[in-house]
Structures are given as C-alpha cells and as structure tokens.
C-alpha cells in the first residue's frame, strides 16, 4: 500500500541500501521499534493479491493493477524478499491469504509452498527460487475486512464463515500446527458487528485460534477530550466481542478458548483520506507506490497510541495478538523520503517503549481517582494506566494523563513489596510547542525525556510512589525490587 515497501522499506539504489534493496537506515529503525510480527501482504491489498505473482525471478514477474488503492503493483518485492527482510528486522511472518478474488486451493497453495519441506511441485518451485528450507509461517489469516463493502470480494457473514471454515480444513490437513485468524468485524460501528461473529464463530470455531479486532481512532470537530479517551472506547470493543466468543463457544458447547488478534490499529485522520487522498489517487491515475495516508503524528496523536497500547496490555487475558497498522510510511511510525532520510514519527515512541519493557504478566489494577467527562465515551479515568511485571521482579507502570491544561499527581501503591524507580520518562509537549508537535526529517523534537520527582517510599505494607505527570502526556516508570527488611 502506497510508500509502505517501495521507497519505504525497499529501495535499491538508496544510500543506505544493501545488495538485496532493503533500506539499512529504516532496518536500523524497525529494529529499534521492536516489533516482533509482521503481517503480510495485507490489508486490502490482499483480496485481489496473487501470491504466486511475488515468487520467481523478479524479471519474470507481472505487472497488476492493485484496484484496493489505485495502484500498480510491480511485483519487484515479494515473498521471498519480505522473508529475507523480516529475517533481518528479527520478527516473525504472519501471512494473510486471499479469501477475496481467490479462496480454498490458493490458500492451500501457498501454505504447501511456504511450509512443506520439498518433494512436491510446489515445495519444490520454493527451493528451485531460492529457498531450500521451509519458512514455516506458523501464523495465517483468513482473509481480511470479508464484511466491509470497501473489500475486494466482500461476503456476508454465512458466505465468509463458510469459506473460511472449509479453507482452514484444508490447510490443517496440509499443516495440522499452524495458528489461523478468521476475520472479525473491521471496526465497531459496523451494523453488523456481533452478529457477524457470531455467525462467523458458529462455522469455524472448532478449527479457528483467534479471531480479528480493526480498530482506528481519530479526533472529531475539535473534541480532544473524547480523543484522549479513545482506550475507553477499544476496551469496551475488545470486552464485547470477548463476550460474543463466550456467548458462541457456550452455545456450541465448545470448551477452548478462541483468542482476540487486534491486527489492525492505530489512529488515523480519516478526513484527510476522504478528502485529499481519494482525490489525489482519481486525478493520478494507475501509479506505482502513490502516496497515500501518510499521516504526520502530533504529540497529541502519540499520547492516544500510548492509551491504546495500554488498553492491550489490561486485555492480555482476551488479546493474544496485536499488529499496528502500519509500519512505514502509511499511518505509520516511521518515515521515509526516497534518496532521503528515514525518521521516527511521534508514535514511534510510545510502541518502542510497551516493546521493550512491557514483558511478564499484565497487572490489573484499580483506578481510583478524578473521572474527565467527554462527549463521546462518558466519563472516563483523568489518568488511563497499566502495568507488567516479569518474574525477575521488574516491572513497568504506563500513565497517560488526559488533563490537557494541568499536571496530575499521582500514588501507586504496590502492597506486599519494596520496589524503587530507576527510571522514569515521559512524552509531552516540547517547551514552547503546541499540542499539535510534529517530528520531521529535520527536528524531532517529541521524544521521551526524564519524567523528574518520581519517588518510592517502602513501609512494612509495601512500597508508595508518587509522581508528577505532565498535562497530555504518556510516561512510563521502570521498577525494581529493592533489597531490605519490607522486600
């Protein structure tokens, strides 16, 4: 989609650039970022996508319209080259199949391509190009987006239920360990949202291991109030559909637990799609990579992503996977200008900070404090939180403060421990800046800083912490068990 791989991620001839095309300054940034699966090829792109198009010697590949964004879709990186570079970026594949202009045998295709070790046609044309290993993609979707219109070959619920089911026979019988998502509701405004899961459910639940969540948010006619909440709205969306999976395996009297893959979210101006994009993409005409969606992140918008990334880790019980959309350059938190600079968008930093310190179990915790009223969501906690903690004893505690004119005091009590702080960091407005700072190729001036005055006092009941947050700020603390007589 758009600059997301071409001048994105690949770029032959780019300073930085190895043999293989594969930008190093953007490697360097992704590994950064810490992601550890990537889904491929998509998105839209995948119902109308041919996977055999992306294997073979690149000069022998065909030239397609890509009808989801408008686009020509050269067909110069593939499989092949996307396995190469996630290899490099030390993440996982997670491959989605097309359920849309394409279904069962092709699904079934790819998958004996991609895991089965040699001796067959299709293994075999995988080692003649290049790979004699399997890749052994464990992870699989089903499909993407089946019940919005927008979709290339949009079904209803009992058509995409049905196909998914049958497919994912096939491809257990060619691969009985391999991990399938079926496609859930692509937002939750949708009319048919619950009743397409169910339906979806009844069909493939005894062969399915999660089913998708689409979620994106966006700040409406000024409202930044009900924008800061938006982690209300995505747990009330996750805790739902929680509740339709329940209601679904109960009536059908199934006893395993179907998880939630949120492999879709992010925030995301909607107008700017609608209104200039779309536009663009008509007066354009068939182009290769056009840009699309290359939305530049305030403050404002990296504080939400920090939110939203908090409402995953209080739903680890539910959520088993989770994939921001996108990775560069659409909606994404990396930037790149072809024979230019790459650079790490606001949000960048919220997801690298939850990537590397996030790890062990998610706490639940209890909230207890001043509420923010908003149009949108009610009245929702002035501070959002969550915490980790690994069984080494560290742990990490993320606070977002919705006030947007006042700092917030804040007492964690953590009973039964002593713990200190050994670091602590926050992301808010530069000195100076609006809430509407951006980063770009030249200044990036949103960043996490020293969050100062955070201090931890034990008692025999356990350990105080007390800390000073920011107005419209996202900060995280870093904890440590602490030797002594309460420890």
């Avoid at 006030?403 to 007492?411: G, I, K, L, N």
Wanted: glycine share 10%.
């Amino acid at each position: 989609m758009g600059r997301s791989v071409y001048t994105g991620l690949y770029e032959p001839g780019h300073s930085t650039s190895d043999d293989r095309g594969f930008r190093g300054d953007v490697l360097d940034l992704v590994r950064e970022l810490g992601p550890t699966v990537l889904r491929y090829p998509g998105g839209n792109f995948v119902s109308g996508y041919r996977w055999e198009d992306g294997v073979g010697p690149v000069a022998d590949r065909p030239v397609r319209l890509d009808p989801a964004w408008h686009s020509v879709e050269s067909n110069r990186f593939g499989l092949h080259e996307f396995v190469a570079w996630a290899d490099a970026a030390g993440a996982e594949v997670m491959y989605a199949v097309n359920l849309g202009t394409r279904g069962i045998q092709e699904a079934a295709d790819v998958l004996e391509y991609c895991n089965h070790p040699g001796g067959t046609e299709l293994s075999e044309r995988r080692r003649a190009n290049g790979a004699d290993r399997p890749f052994g993609f464990k992870l699989w979707c089903l499909g993407n987006e089946m019940d919005g219109p927008w979709q290339i070959g949009h079904k209803t619920a009992e058509e995409y239920g049905r196909l998914a089911a049958e497919t994912a026979r096939l491809m257990r019988m060619i691969d009985p360990d391999v991990e399938l998502v079926v496609a859930g509701s692509s937002h939750a405004d949708m009319p048919t949202f619950g009743s397409w899961e169910r339906t979806v459910l009844r069909h493939t639940a005894e062969l399915a291991d999660h089913i998708s969540l689409h979620a994106y948010y966006q700040e409406l006619h000024g409202d930044t109030d009900s924008y800061l909440a938006s982690a209300a709205a995505l747990d009330r969306y996750i805790r739902t559909t929680a509740g339709v999976i329940d209601e679904t395996l109960a009536e059908l009297d199934l006893d395993k637990k179907i998880g939630i893959s949120v492999d879709e979210w992010n925030v995301w101006d909607l107008r700017r799609w609608n209104e200039v994009d779309q536009q663009a993409l008509a007066e354009g005409g068939w182009r290769e990579h056009p840009r699309i969606i290359e939305d530049t992140y305030t403050v404002t918008d990296a504080v939400v992503v920090g939110s939203l990334l908090s409402s995953l880790l209080r739903n680890v019980d539910r959520v088993t996977m989770a994939n921001q959309a996108q990775l560069v350059n659409v909606i994404a938190p990396i930037r790149t200008e072809p024979g230019g600079p790459a650079w790490r968008q606001t949000t960048f930093h919220p997801f690298q900070r939850v990537a590397a310190l996030a790890g062990g179990a998610s706490l639940r915790l209890a909230v207890e404090g001043k509420r923010l009223r908003t149009a949108q969501h009610g009245e929702v906690d002035l501070v959002d939180a969550a915490a980790t903690v690994e069984e080494s004893g560290r742990g990490a505690v993320f606070l977002t403060n919705r006030a947007t004119a006042s700092p917030t005091e804040v007492r964690i009590r953590l009973r039964g421990a002593r713990f200190g702080v050994y670091a602590a960091e926050t992301l808010t407005t530069p000195d100076g800046e609006t809430r509407h700072a951006v980063n770009t190729a030249d200044s990036q001036p949103v960043r996490p800083v020293p969050l100062p005055g955070a201090a931890a006092t034990s008692d025999p009941g356990g350990t105080t912490i007390t800390v000073t947050l920011p107005p419209l700020s996202w900060s995280v603390l870093q904890l440590a068990p602490q030797a002594g007589p309460h420890a």
